[in-house]
């Protein structure tokens, strides 16, 4: 049970730190970017590449990834979202682009084998890889009957920190202030001299970066890496989560990640490892026909 | 090309060698039309695999136990998807936008993920075996009821129960203040869709001897969500138009091989960028011209 706890832990701070970056840019622009989980993909994708087949460091490869996945934040915003804005077009059809760019990330990854276009971003297809043993320090400690894995252990400080990190940025900088109004009223934050489209543009940048270390974070310290993990493992997961905690909240996608991490894990101990999956999904379609405003409704009015 | 090459040389082989293909277009288009119809009412509902998982499975398993006609299989089939459809709308239709499209998406997933995959009777993971599929035959019923679909779905949009959802769709607010009964309308759209869902699941899984599971998930209405919005969600014909295009680009685009996906995403992008209300909509065949578009000559007098 203490490792189940622990594994909740570990995962909950994956799902929060996928989902802050979901509901960031849901809170500013209302619109569900569904090309994040494509960017989660990619960040860990590229990390394993740079590693095994460029030779990099890990921690360069760390950085470059983010950093990867910072830019594809940009082109979401210059392709997908910006256009469309100018248009006034509907919100839904933001979210078709979104998707489209999902695609083409997710199908450019699964076709990087040796001798293809891709094969610079990645070579093994549709298969799941591992990233190889050596290439990160892994001290394993066993306290207590539990084993301590320092790759999982470190996701939970690491996913905290950059949360705390954005929270102040939120609450007290100039930037973070010029965020929330922009989240507010873009009207009337243009009127207030803010530049709306650099802290949209900034939005994106912030939300994917979050969204690439998470990719990376998870495909390291749970040795799975496919073209599929963001779809699979944290696409309709990280809706979940946002729901739980209240749609553009901060703290509560926090939270909700924490809380979804630990519902599948007791829906595993208590009900076997079939229903977990459904589980989280009907809490989601209770919490959201129940409390719409999710766990954290009361800060809805002021969002993030 | 080949495909259309042998469209337009030879139809009757293209009938007899692209059968199956024509009955996917068909069903697709069917589940298109449903989405439409939630969508023509302003409601971004996901739910439309849910409900052709209903609609197939009830079908495949009265044929199988039961050995009713297909006629009645059908019926049943629809008839239940709708019945599920009344009682899950009742709950969830007072959401809004992308609150209601997280909680269907919810609804799919606990469905498949919770349910399906583990009732005995659904086969759970594996599927069920449908020995009485028809592939060859079946196209002739997709492709009359598609033709009955759309004229239904014609005369409603033209009819008292196509205003109201259009001044629902327009604004909730001032359809009320005119006397709309706005939870009623809303209600019958989804219960509609709910309907036309499960009739194309039916009839879907009358074309396969084998019904998957995993068909019934997300990226199923995601698919579907791209269909109806591409097409253009305004006219009954936009869905079809989708549906028709998106299901053949494959076949059309051969030469992009296994860059597929990324082409596909790319002109997903491309068309929403350029023509956010759809393929058929308002604006004829005209394009939103891009800024550094060159702009014809001659203006037409302002009429101040």
Not at chain 1, 56 to 64: E, I, P, T
Not at chain 2, 214 to 221: K, M
Request: aromatic content about 10%; hydrophobic content about 55%; some cysteine.
């Amino acid at each position: 049970m203490g490792q189940q706890i622990l594994n909740a832990i570990f995962i909950g701070s994956i799902y929060a730190l996928f989902a802050v970056g979901y509901t960031l840019v849901f809170g500013v622009l209302d619109i569900l970017n569904l090309a994040h989980s494509a960017v989660f993909t990619l960040g860990a994708a590229v990390t394993y590449t740079l590693v095994v087949n460029h030779g990099q460091s890990f921690w360069l490869a760390c950085v470059l990834g983010i950093f990867v996945a910072a830019l594809m934040g940009l082109v979401i915003e210059y392709v997908c979202l910006r256009p469309l804005r100018r248009r006034r077009a509907p919100p839904i059809a933001a979210l078709i682009s979104t998707i489209g760019l999902a695609l083409i990330i997710i199908a450019a990854i699964e076709q990087g084998r040796p001798g293809t276009l891709f094969a610079w971003l990645w070579v093994d297809g549709a298969n799941p890889v591992t990233m190889p043993p050596g290439a990160f320090p892994n001290p394993t400690w066993h306290v207590a009957g539990l084993t301590l894995e320092g790759s999982k252990l470190a996701v939970i400080p690491i996913s905290l920190a950059l949360m705390l990190v954005l929270g102040y940025v939120m609450r007290s900088t100039q930037v973070g202030r010029g965020l929330r109004a922009v989240a507010e009223n873009p009207r009337a934050a243009r009127l207030m001299g803010i530049d709306v489209d650099r802290m949209i543009a900034l939005t994106l940048v912030i939300s994917s970066a979050l969204g690439g270390l998470a990719g990376i974070l998870f495909g390291v310290a749970l040795g799975d890496i496919s073209p599929y993990i963001g779809r699979d493992s944290v696409e309709v997961r990280g809706l979940a989560v946002i729901v739980l905690g209240g749609m553009g909240s901060i703290p509560g996608a926090v939270l909700g990640g924490y809380l979804l991490g630990l519902i599948e894990v007791l829906a595993v101990v208590l009900l076997g490892s079939n229903v977990r999956a459904g589980v989280a999904f009907a809490a989601l379609f209770l919490m959201l026909v129940l409390r719409p405003q999710g766990f954290f409704g009361a800060q809805l009015r002021e969002r993030i | 090309m080949d495909l259309l090459t042998q469209l337009f040389t030879d139809p009757f082989a293209f009938w007899t060698s692209h059968t199956l293909l024509i009955s996917q277009i068909g069903i697709n288009s069917i589940l298109a039309s449903s989405m439409f119809v939630v969508l023509y009412s302003g409601q971004l509902s996901l739910a439309a695999p849910g409900f052709m998982a209903i609609g197939a499975y009830t079908a495949v398993l009265m044929d199988l136990y039961w050995h009713t006609p297909l006629a009645v299989d059908f019926a049943a089939g629809t008839a239940l998807a709708g019945l599920v459809g009344a009682i899950v709308g009742l709950p969830v239709l007072r959401l809004r936008g992308v609150f209601l499209a997280i909680a269907t998406i919810g609804f799919i997933e606990a469905l498949s993920l919770g349910v399906i995959l583990n009732l005995p009777i659904t086969g759970e993971g594996l599927g069920l075996k449908n020995i009485d599929a028809d592939p060859v035959g079946g196209v002739n019923i997709v492709l009359i009821s598609l033709a009955v679909v759309v004229y239904l779905l014609w005369r409603l949009t033209k009819g008292r129960l196509g205003y109201a959802w259009t001044a629902v769709r327009q604004d909730e607010l001032a359809a009320r203040s005119q006397g709309i009964d706005v939870p009623r309308y809303k209600l019958i759209a989804f219960v509609i869709s709910a309907l036309l869902a499960g009739y194309a699941g039916a009839a879907e899984s009358h074309l396969y001897f084998i019904l998957d599971p995993n068909e019934y998930g997300v990226p199923r209405t995601v698919q579907v969500l791209t269909f109806a919005v591409l097409g253009g969600s305004g006219n009954v014909l936009g869905p079809v138009v989708g549906a028709l295009f998106l299901t053949t680009f494959p076949f059309i685009f051969k030469q992009a091989g296994d860059y597929i996906g990324v082409v596909s995403g790319a002109v997903l992008i491309a068309i929403i960028v350029f023509r956010p209300q759809g393929i058929v909509g308002r604006g004829g065949f005209a394009f939103v011209r891009p800024r550094w578009w060159p702009r014809p000559q001659s203006r037409a007098p302002s009429t101040g």
